[in-house]
């Protein structure tokens, strides 16, 4: 890759335009070319970005950004290492808002007044909280949740701090959807099917104030409860769609259950299926164990 700039710098004018002519480089973006060898698809002297691989298409538009700006949005998301980017989606960029700079095909440029920018792995990018909140109404609502629940389980960020970034952008499509999210993991919730288990099994009538992510010391192993009734010591543990399938998982569960109950911890899992197909029934199943270990 290389830019007009950069051939001047080296070579006479005439030396660009004949590599054109010859089709050795060809255009992605105004000024930014690429090998022509690197790129198996297309024809003509300009390439969509779409044509170029995940690191040749971020190398073009940082490129063409020169200094100015940074990635943002979906994109952001993709640098951060939270979501990836399919490449049929369009790079999304953030630049000043007097910046001369505009969308083209498959590049949105969005003008920002405030530009909160950090360099990630080489490459400018919009702060971790504001990639999340400006990424938000771009994502189905399926693939909502999972770039912030991610962020907050590796510690990356904080609810409170997402919060903040959305306190700045009070017209966001879907914001409530979004504030909703981040109340949940501010209660300790950290997963999908934990915040539905919230809204839909573990809280209402009956229901203690259950504690989420607890951490227990047992002997020399740190153990964390995913939602535990202090005063009934009994500890509800959400299975994922995917989670403990394998023997050897299965095992370390039942390892880890024994320990709790040398504590006098009792631990009741759900399944995914039985939490979301048969709610009202782990629901009263939780209230009578709840009952019982009070008497």
């Not at 399919?86 to 007044?113: D, F, K, N, Y």
């Amino acid at each position: 890759m290389v830019t007009h700039h950069q051939v001047r710098q080296v070579v006479p004018p005439w030396v660009l335009a004949a590599a054109r002519r010859a089709g050795r480089l060809r255009r992605v973006l105004p000024e930014v070319y690429v090998d022509a060898g690197r790129v198996a698809t297309g024809t003509g002297r300009v390439l969509p970005l779409s044509a170029l691989d995940p690191n040749l298409r971020h190398r073009a538009v940082l490129a063409y950004l020169a200094e100015t700006g940074g990635f943002s949005h979906t994109t952001a998301l993709d640098v951060w290492g939270l979501r990836r980017q399919p490449p049929g989606e369009p790079i999304h960029v953030s630049v000043p808002a007097g910046s001369s700079l505009r969308s083209l095909p498959g590049l949105v440029v969005h003008h920002r007044r405030a530009l909160p920018l950090r360099v990630w792995r080489g490459a400018p990018v919009s702060q971790l909280e504001n990639s999340l909140v400006d990424a938000w109404p771009l994502l189905s609502a399926a693939e909502r949740p999972g770039p912030a629940i991610q962020a907050v389980n590796d510690r990356r960020t904080t609810p409170q701090r997402i919060g903040a970034a959305l306190d700045t952008v009070p017209r966001l499509a879907g914001r409530a959807a979004l504030r909703i999210l981040l109340d949940r993991l501010a209660a300790g919730c950290r997963s999908a099917l934990e915040i539905w288990g919230h809204d839909h099994v573990l809280t209402g009538p009956g229901m203690p104030s259950f504690k989420r992510q607890v951490r227990i010391r047992v002997g020399r192993r740190t153990v964390y409860l995913d939602v535990y009734a202090e005063r009934e010591r009994v500890d509800i543990e959400l299975d994922g769609a995917t989670s403990h399938a394998d023997a050897r998982q299965r095992e370390t569960d039942l390892r880890r259950d024994a320990l709790l109950a040398t504590m006098g911890i009792l631990v009741v899992r759900f399944s995914h299926a039985r939490l979301t197909g048969q709610p009202d029934e782990v629901r009263a199943e939780i209230l009578s164990i709840l009952a019982n270990r009070r008497g």
